[in-house]
C-alpha cells in the first residue's frame, strides 16, 4: 500500500504476494495496472524464530537492476527488538535501499539480510510481511473509506481495535471530525486529507497490524507545529517495545535513537548514539552543526516575522 508514491514495480509484486485477503487482492490489482511488473523472486518456507524480533545485515552489497554503481557496499549492522536504528545521510547515500531491502523488495548481491534470525531469502513472503510494517512519506491510500484503509492492516479487526489504535495514532479527533467519520472517502491517494493526517492514518494501520518490525520514513514535507506535535505522539506510541528502523530527515528526532547508523555513498560511516557520534567530531557532528545553524537561522526568521 506504500508503493505507488515510490514508483517502484518490486514492490507491487510483493504486495500482490503478500496480500492473502481478497480486499486487499482486489486493490493490489488495481495497482500493478498502474505500475509494470517487477521480477518474481522465489519463496522460501522456513519459518523464522517466532520470539526473534530482530533485524541484521550482514556484509550487505547491492545494485539496483540496470544501475552501474552499487547502491550499497559491505552493510552490516543488528537492530534488536525494542530500540530504535536510525539512518542518517545525505540524499541519495541509500538509506531507502537499507529499508527497501528488509522486506526484501529486492534481494541482495552478496551478504545476507536476516529478519528474526532467518535470511529474508528463506522465509515465506506472507510471514516477512506480517513481520514487518512500512511508514513511508508516500503512504499509500485508496479512494474507499476510512475504515477500510486501515482494515487493510487486518481485514478481521473489530470497531474498537480501529478505533484504540486511531486514538493512539492521534488520528481518532481528525477522523470524527470528518463528516461521515470513518466511513469518509478520503480519495485517490487520500487527496482529501493532509499530509500529516495521511501520515497518522498510515501509524494507525501499522499499530493496528502490530507487527514486531517497524520501517519508518520519517516525514518531512508537511511540518506544521500542530502535525509536527500530533506525528511525533503518534510514533512515539508505535516504536514502543519495537525493532524500529527509522530513516531520519530532521537530526532533531535522532537524539534518542539507540543506534544511528551514518550512511554515505551506499556504506556505513559511523555508528553510536548522538552524543558519542557529537564527540567523535566527524561527519555526523558536522551534520548536526549545519542542522543546528539552519534551526537558528529559522528560529530568528520566525521571531523577527512574529510569528514565534
Ligand atoms: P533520499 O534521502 O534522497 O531518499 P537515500 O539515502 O534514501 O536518499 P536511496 O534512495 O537508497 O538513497 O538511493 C541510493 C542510490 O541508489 C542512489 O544513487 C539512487 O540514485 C539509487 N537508486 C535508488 N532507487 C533506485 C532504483 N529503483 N533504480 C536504480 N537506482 C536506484
Given amino acids: 500500500f506504500f508503493v505507488l508514491g515510490l514508483g517502484y514495480g518490486a514492490q507491487v509484486t510483493t504486495l500482490v504476494r503478500f496480500s492473502a485477503q481478497a480486499s486487499e487482492l482486489g486493490h493490489a490489482a488495481r495497482v500493478v495496472r498502474e505500475l509494470k511488473a ?37 552493510v552490516s549492522f543488528r537492530a534488536d527488538p525494542g530500540t530504535v536504528t536510525a539512518l542518517v545521510g545525505p540524499s541519495g547515500a541509500g538509506k531507502s535501499t537499507v529499508a527497501q531491502l528488509v522486506c526484501r523488495f529486492f534481494d541482495v548481491d552478496s551478504g545476507a539480510v536476516r529478519v528474526g534470525g532467518s535470511d529474508v531469502r528463506a522465509l515465506p513472503f506472507a510471514e516477512l510481511m506480517e513481520r514487518v510494517s512500512f511508514v513511508l512519506q508516500e503512504t499509500f491510500l485508496f479512494d474507499d473509506s476510512i475504515d477500510a484503509n486501515l482494515r487493510l492492516a487486518r481485514p478481521e479487526a473489530g470497531t474498537d481495535e480501529v478505533e484504540a489504535a486511531c486514538r493512539a495514532a492521534q488520528a481518532h479527533d481528525f477522523i470524527t471530525a470528518l463528516p461521515e467519520g470513518y466511513a469518509t ?117 520566525a521571531v523577527h516575522d512574529g510569528t514565534v
Fill in 38 to 74: 517487477a521480477e518474481e523472486l522465489p519463496e522460501g518456507d522456513a519459518p523464522a524464530d517466532p520470539g526473534d524480533g530482530s533485524v541484521e545485515f550482514v556484509d550487505v552489497s547491492f545494485r539496483y537492476p540496470g544501475a552501474t554503481r552499487a547502491a550499497l557496499h559491505g
Fill in 185 to 301: 472517502r478520503i480519495g485517490e491517494h487520500g487527496a482529501r486529507l493532509s499530509g500529516g493526517q495521511r501520515q497518522r492514518l498510515s501509524i494507525a494501520r501499522a499499530l493496528l497490524k502490530d507487527a514486531q518490525i517497524i520501517v519508518l520514513d520519517e516525514a518531512t514535507a508537511f511540518i506544521d507545529p500542530e502535525n509536527e506535535v500530533a506525528t511525533q505522539a503518534a510514533i512515539d506510541e508505535l516504536v514502543r517495545g519495537r525493532t524500529v528502523i527509522m530513516i531520519a530527515h530532521r537530526l532533531s528526532t535522532v537524539v534518542g535513537a539507540d543506534q544511528i547508523l551514518v550512511i554515505d555513498d551506499g556504506q556505513v560511516t559511523e555508528r553510536g548514539r548522538h552524543a558519542e557520534l557529537l564527540g567523535r567530531d566527524g561527519r555526523y557532528a558536522q551534520m548536526w552543526q549545519a542542522f543546528e545553524s539552519a534551526e537558528q537561522i529559522a528560529l530568528g526568521r
